[in-house]
């Protein structure tokens, strides 16, 4: 069984910053990509960064330049880093990972989420 858990979502005042961070837990053979999403009432679920397997990290445009997504393969973490936050940024930030068990096949995992509000 493999969990992920968010944690780090507030409320923050525009141009303000935080810190979110994911940790993966339970039976771990291997993490290939680990990525945060956001999702508000009534849209989809957004991609917002990744850090992939072989090691590269990309970011919506919506993002860049702001967020840096770091990974800490020894802790089994991921953490988002957002700067200058905007109002458009509120959202319910959820941490994914692709991940392998005992048997050694992948499997798609998501936390639970965590509520970041960018309001004066």
């Known amino acids: 069984q493999v969990q992920l858990v968010e944690s780090g979502g507030a409320l923050v005042q525009p141009g303000g910053s935080l810190r979110l961070s994911c940790e993966a837990s339970?039976?771990?053979?291997?993490?290939?990509?680990m990525a945060w999403y956001r999702q508000t009432p009534g849209k989809q679920r957004e991609w917002v960064a990744i850090?992939?397997?072989?090691?590269?990290?990309h970011y919506a445009d919506s993002v860049k330049g702001r967020f840096t997504i770091s990974r800490d393969n020894a802790k089994n973490t991921v953490s988002l880093e957002m700067n200058n936050l905007k109002p458009e940024d509120t959202a319910v930030y959820y941490c994914?990972?692709?991940?392998?068990?005992?048997?050694?096949?992948?499997?798609?995992?998501w936390g639970q989420g965590t509520q970041v509000t960018v309001s004066s």
């Open positions: 339970g039976t771990i053979s291997r993490i290939y990509s």
């Open positions: 994914n990972s692709i991940i392998s068990s005992d048997d050694g096949s992948p499997s798609d995992y």
């Open positions: 850090s992939a397997h072989d090691g590269q990290i």
